[in-house]
């Protein structure tokens, strides 16, 4: 099964980026395939998540 979550920005040391590597961990280890999609991903990447940093176009 595959699984795509979408997040903001990934900062390693925030109560939500806690809660999602704790779930998202254990749905790798069930088996799944985790797509993340972020504008900023700060910190390790764990092994077996497919992180897709989108571009962001700032107009002003």
Not at 17 to 23: G, P, Q, S, V, Y
Request: aromatic share 16%.
């Amino acid at each position: 099964m595959k699984i795509a979550v979408c997040l903001y920005k990934y900062f390693p040391f925030g109560g939500l980026a806690r809660d999602f590597l704790r779930i998202m961990t254990i749905c790798h280890q069930r088996g799944y395939e985790i797509d993340v999609y972020v504008m900023e991903w700060q910190g390790e990447i764990p092994a077996g998540f497919n992180v897709h940093i989108i571009p962001v176009l700032r107009k002003y």
